[in-house]
């Protein structure tokens, strides 16, 4: 693996440090998303239990949690709204893997490799649903708002990103417009709704949001980067998939402006036709650009601005792991 790019620090041991403070937290949220994920559908008892044992971060609901504690919540409620931020993330990623066909996902087969694009749509839809049943179950018209907003904004974001496939011309700031809608809003959601619960001022949930949102930007442009840098084993997922399904990301929107007019010509005949054919002079061209470089400098300032906007909040432990989880989201290698 290339880790020119990277620093040397143990994102892992970063990240376990602040599984270890959610972590009561989110044994009562991982044990009510089972229990909220049963049906008397068989078929989606089963893709249910596929989605529970690959397992993967909770990093959504956890920041929700850890925000909800930073703001000196201490009820209850932030364990429902917990399980209703994961059913909205697995059920965006049950639709993802339809849309960009992909048979790969930490490491095991999709539910769509197995049991087919019908079943994986429809299960997307059941947790969808369900997240709205449990925001009913939580009575109060604030939350329902902002999580309602943020779901119809995701759909927008996975449109904006499907007129994008295949478009070589797509720049930095339609890349972004992307990222905000798809990801970075559910983060920002799920940080503000911590806040809300806490009862903090105004200005104090508005920085929790603003720290979400600045997270998210700085996940997914780091995510987009280990595309190029990492491999298969580590990533759970097969490198060069993004180029593969004609995503332009920021390594390639960056390396377009500097690589020769032959090794662009390569590249956009790519992004426009998909396939790996030219995979590995493409990886070479973008590494010798500097792009990969310029785009992890993209996630640092934004992981930077996440830890900034924690300033106002009370200091905790909490508030520490939040930051920490900033550091974490570009420092990590899957």
């Known amino acids: 693996m290339n880790t020119s790019v990277l620093q040397t620090i143990d994102p ?29 559908v068989v078929l989606i008892n089963q893709i249910a239990d596929h989605i529970i044992a690959g397992g993967g971060k909770r990093l959504r609901p956890m920041l929700h949690t ?14 429902k709204l917990a399980a209703v931020i994961e059913f909205i993330h697995t059920s965006t990623l049950l639709h993802d893997d339809v849309v960009d066909e992909s048979d790969l996902r930490r490491g095991r087969k999709t539910a769509n490799a197995l049991w087919g694009n ?50 070589a011309d797509v720049d ?13 809003v559910l983060f920002a959601a799920a940080t503000q709704l911590g806040g809300l619960l806490g009862g903090l001022p105004e200005s104090q949930v508005a920085a929790l949001r603003r720290y979400g949102m600045q997270l998210g930007y700085a996940f ?13 084993r580590t990533l759970g997922k097969n490198i060069g998939d993004d180029l593969a ?15 020769s007019v032959e090794q662009a010509n390569e590249m956009r005949h790519a992004i426009e036709h998909g396939g790996l054919g030219s995979l590995d002079h493409i990886i070479a061209a973008i590494r010798e650009s500097g792009a990969l470089e310029r785009t992890r400098e993209c996630a640092l300032r ?6 900034e906007a924690l300033a106002p909040l009370p200091p905790s432990s909490y508030r520490d792991a939040l930051a920490t989880l900033a550091d974490y989201s570009v420092q990590r290698t899957f």
């Not at 934004?302 to 830890?307: D, I, L, V, Y």
């Open 118 to 167: 019908a079943a994986s749509v429809l299960v997307g839809d059941f947790l969808y649903s369900r997240s709205f049943q449990l925001m009913v179950e939580l009575d109060d018209m604030r939350i329902m708002r902002i999580l309602a907003d943020t779901t119809n904004t995701i759909a927008e974001g996975e449109v904006l990103q499907l007129l994008n496939i295949g478009n």
């Open 302 to 307: 934004h992981a930077r601005a996440a830890r």
């Open 12 to 40: 892992a041991r970063d990240f376990a440090g602040v599984r270890a403070i959610a972590e009561g937290d989110m044994q009562r949220v991982d044990a009510l998303v089972r229990q909220r994920l049963a049906s008397d």
């Open 172 to 184: 930095e700031a339609a890349y972004l417009a992307v990222i905000e809608r798809k990801t970075a």
């Open 245 to 259: 399904e004609g995503k332009p990301t920021l390594p390639l929107i960056y390396a377009l402006q500097r690589v």
């Open 220 to 232: 997914q442009i780091a995510d987009d980067l280990l595309d190029y840098i990492s491999d298969a």
């Open 66 to 79: 850890l925000a909800a504690r930073a703001a000196g919540y201490s009820g209850d409620r932030h364990v």
